[in-house]
């Protein structure tokens, strides 16, 4: 079992930035995927972005050149910085974690709220 604790959501002018934290504890492979995930009202959940334990990082093109995926991996903590943040990024951000290993396991984090509005 992986559990995971967000923070770093809130609310925000559009134009501003904000980070999100997502810190994985418990049962970790050595070969793992984190990331993030949002969900805005009425809308299905979509990928933001991802990055592996290598270090290797994937973006939805909604957020390409605006957002920004780190890790730690000696914590076990991933980041998102955002910036230029959009009323359109308004949701429920959800870190994701997978382990790779002989299957694939895969863990969610509670959600955090982003607003962006003036």
């Known amino acids: 079992q992986v559990q995971l604790v967000e923070s770093g959501g809130g609310l925000v002018q559009p134009g501003g930035s904000l980070r999100l934290s997502c810190a994985a504890s418990?049962?970790?492979?050595?070969?793992?995927?984190m990331g993030w995930y949002r969900q805005a009202p009425g809308k299905q959940r979509e990928l933001v972005g991802t990055i592996t334990s290598a270090g290797f990082t994937n973006y939805a093109d909604s957020v390409k050149g605006r957002f920004t995926i780190s890790r730690d991996n000696a914590k076990n903590t991933a980041y998102l910085q955002m910036n230029n943040l959009r009323p359109e990024d308004t949701a429920v951000y959800y870190c994701?974690?997978?382990?790779?290993?002989?299957?694939?396991?895969?863990?969610w984090g509670q959600g955090t709220q982003v607003t962006v509005s003036s």
């Open positions: 418990g049962s970790i492979f050595s070969i793992n995927v």
């Open positions: 994701h974690f997978q382990n790779w290993g002989t299957s694939i396991w895969t863990y």
